[in-house]
T-cell receptor, first 115, second 115 residues
């Protein structure tokens, strides 16, 4: 079965703190992709990153970084020096088996960054 | 360029009524997806179109739900005999092709409330 688990329902931090959002997945595929999306209060899902399963290098984009570990089936997301604008719901997602991009999403982690 | 648009942004209807939700994908995107997002949950897949045809409708909850994409561009999600449990945000997404490595571009959603 394919599944995405985001165990943290809500996280609250103060601005400038670092925060890590966890994502654990299950898949029967040997090669696959993983995604993170951000859903700000406006509601529109915004793509953040795509990672393929055969590249385990960590990725950094500004204050955002991602740690992919195939051995533990985890794809965690860290925001360094968080800002109020980072407040949103963050979703981890995995395509279903089948050759096209039908996504299964985790339940999401609501991040609140306070001034 | 223009992103994915969805109309209406909000729809309130009474139990038993028929509703249509419209999605305008990004021009040139052949893949179109409908998802449903209940409060506090991640989006759940409903149906995938590749061009004009529904390649996968396995997520439609029952035969009250139907979707079309007659010219391979605009899509309409149709719900007959609405029930209170249909209340949710309906999200549309498009991508250049229906392949696992393509990011999906999401619209702002239609919030459906069934009274």
């Amino acid at each position: 079965a394919q599944k995405v688990t985001q165990a943290q329902t809500e996280i609250s931090v103060v601005e400038k703190e670092d925060v890590t959002l966890d994502c654990v997945y299950e898949t029967r595929d040997t090669t696959y992709y993983l995604f993170w999306y951000k859903q700000p209060p406006s509601g529109e899902l915004v793509f953040l990153i795509r990672r393929n399963s055969f590249d385990e290098q960590n990725e950094i984009s500004g204050r955002y970084s991602w740690n992919f570990q195939k051995s533990t089936s985890s794809f965690n997301f860290t925001i360094t020096a968080s800002q109020v604008v980072d407040s949103a719901v963050y979703f981890c997602a995995l395509p279903f088996s089948g050759g096209y991009n039908k996504l299964i999403f985790g339940a999401g982690t609501r991040l609140a960054v306070h001034p | 360029g223009a992103g994915v648009s969805q109309t209406p942004s909000n729809k309130v209807t009474e139990k038993g009524k028929y509703v249509e939700l419209r999605c305008d994908p990004i021009s040139g995107h052949t893949a179109l997806y409908w998802y449903r997002q209940s409060l506090g949950q991640g989006p759940e897949f409903l149906i995938y179109f590749q061009g004009t045809g529904a390649a996968d409708d396995s997520g439609l909850p029952n035969d009250r739900f139907f979707a079309v994409r007659p010219e391979g561009s605009v899509s309409t999600l149709k719900i007959q005999r609405t029930e209170r449990g249909d209340s949710a945000v309906y999200l549309c997404a498009s991508s250049p092709e229906g392949v696992p490595y393509n990011e999906q571009f999401f619209g702002p959603g239609t919030r459906l409330t069934v009274l």
